[in-house]
């Protein structure tokens, strides 16, 4: 006869770790993206994990076993090693922390996010020394030309408040009908129509300042720091160890 599991309260699933996500007890299950949930399925339920992962280390076995034939099934025996349902869950879980560790989701987000910010305060900053139509004129320049790339939107403004060397903000095209036909040439030229710096312009602040008040985090995927190890039963070396020995060989 088929029995069901125990029905479990909220309280006493969230007491549970889940076999599904690796939620420790306590924490929220969450998908790939570590984003959290409703409760998993299997949480706080082992036995609806334990029949699946049998399910799959038998069909996993299964079909290792195939690929041998019937004329070299002896060899089956001798090369294979059966996989169990606690490999299975090992390696999920630790597939399931290099998801979130190598994606880097969450901390990359987050550095998006004060890098807004930064760009926000050097704005803001640089209208109040330059003023707001030096300024918008900066910003419209840098981000058409550079759009949300925001090192070089950075460079831009730190060149416009600490150096005094030319950047051209805006072109106009015209016309001289004396250029078409030489070196192939349509006649159509541009012309520098607004730049900066203005005559007579001391640059407002240092370099060294300007680093300091505005500096950007570096946009990578990386794996958070503080992520305790997991514990994946021994997994990786048995991995290693049939790396090096496919045939299960020994030395003598």
Request: aromatic residues 8%; contains cysteine.
């Amino acid at each position: 006869m088929k029995t069901r599991s125990p029905k479990l309260t909220d309280a006493e699933r969230l007491a549970a770790p889940c076999g599904k996500c690796g939620a420790t007890p306590g924490g929220k299950c969450h998908d790939c993206r570590g984003v959290g949930k409703a409760f998993c399925v299997e949480r706080g339920r082992p036995d609806i994990t334990a029949k699946k992962l049998q399910r799959k280390a038998d069909e996993k076995n299964g079909k290792a076993r195939a690929e041998y034939g019937t004329l070299f099934a002896y060899l089956a025996d001798q090369e294979l090693t059966p996989v169990t349902p606690a490999d299975l869950q090992a390696e999920k879980l630790s597939r399931i922390r290099r998801e979130v560790e190598n994606a880097g989701l969450a901390e990359h987000d987050a550095r998006e996010g004060l890098n807004g910010i930064v760009i926000a305060h050097m704005r803001r900053v640089s209208a109040s020394l330059i003023g707001e139509v030096s300024e918008s004129d900066i910003w419209a320049c840098a981000s058409n030309r550079y759009r949300s790339n925001w090192p070089y939107v950075v460079d831009m403004y730190r060149k416009a408040l600490c150096t005094t060397d030319r950047i051209e903000l805006e072109y106009v095209l015209q016309f001289d009908p004396s250029r078409v036909n030489q070196w192939n040439h349509d006649g159509r030229y541009t012309v520098v129509s607004k730049e900066w710096p203005q005559f007579g312009y001391t640059p407002a602040m240092s370099r060294d300042e300007f680093n300091n008040r505005f500096a950007l985090k570096s946009i990578f995927w990386s794996a958070p720091t503080d992520l305790p190890e997991h514990d994946d039963g021994g997994l990786f070396e048995r991995t290693i160890g049939q790396l090096k020995n496919p045939l299960g060989r020994s030395d003598a």
